[in-house]
């Protein structure tokens, strides 16, 4: 209400500043509220592919360079009763796919005890020597609890499951997505015809694009 003479009172006036600074708060709050959500969505992985992970020489490696390809990620170790039969088969399928379209991307773990010991970048010219192996190698990681290696926790939390031991393998497709996961034992010919499966889809796709 306006006093005598169409002068506003004091209480009308402090009000209106009051509801302005109200106002102006409300809409830097909101602003920062949205700001933040779009920071988060931008740096929030959405696939494997998204992450940076160190080689076995401690360089930073963005996985980045093998979207498009098929890509049979594993926890491997040097000092294990399952190590002779999958590094040699492991070893045969990179071979035989080639690295076109597909490769094996070898995580040397040491969660579980003393199965993988010494430093990554000998434990990748161990294999090298032993099974010539020719696959990436990258830094050795820890695969569960709060020390998780992010992209390694990103395979695990897509199936649900933790590796109970070495040599676990997960399949993850051009888009950087799991597609299947197989536990340490589980025979090797259903491994490659699922990878080759695979594979076969990348090239199809590249010939109807031609």
């Known amino acids: 209400m306006e006093a005598l003479g169409g002068y506003r009172t004091k209480s009308s006036t402090w009000k209106e500043r009051t509801l302005k600074i109200l106002l102006s708060l409300a809409v830097c709050i909101g602003g920062l509220y949205l700001v933040q959500n779009k920071l988060v969505r931008k740096t929030k992985p959405k696939d494997f592919y998204t992450f940076d992970v160190l080689d076995a020489k401690?360089?930073?490696?963005?996985?980045?360079?093998?979207?498009?390809?098929?890509?049979l990620v594993v926890n491997v170790a040097s000092h294990?009763?399952?190590?002779?039969?999958?590094?040699r088969a492991l070893q045969e399928l990179h071979r035989e796919l080639g690295t076109s379209h597909f490769n094996v991307l070898a995580f040397p773990c040491s969660h579980f005890g003393k199965t993988e010991q010494g430093e990554s970048r000998d434990i990748?010219?161990?294999?090298?020597s032993v099974y010539g192996t020719t696959f990436p190698f990258f830094?050795?990681?820890?695969?569960?609890?709060?020390?998780?290696?992010?992209?390694?926790?990103?395979?695990?939390?897509?199936?649900?499951?933790?590796?109970?031991?070495n040599f676990w393998?997960?399949?993850?497709?051009?888009?950087g997505h799991v597609v299947k996961y197989w536990k340490s034992e589980e025979p090797f010919d259903q491994?490659?015809?699922?990878?080759?499966?695979?594979?076969?889809?990348?090239?199809?796709?590249?010939?109807?694009?031609?």
Do not use: H
């Open 139 to 165: 830094s050795k990681i820890k695969i569960m609890g709060s020390e998780a290696n992010p992209a390694f926790k990103f395979l695990t939390d897509s199936v649900q499951k933790v590796p109970k031991w």
């Open 169 to 175: 393998k997960f399949l993850v497709d051009p888009d």
């Open 191 to 210: 491994i490659r015809q699922e990878v080759a499966a695979q594979v076969r889809q990348i090239i199809l796709k590249k010939r109807q694009e031609l």
């Open 58 to 71: 401690g360089r930073t490696v963005s996985l980045e360079k093998y979207r498009g390809k098929v890509s």
């Open 124 to 128: 990748e010219a161990w294999t090298k």
């Open 80 to 87: 294990c009763e399952l190590t002779e039969k999958n590094y």
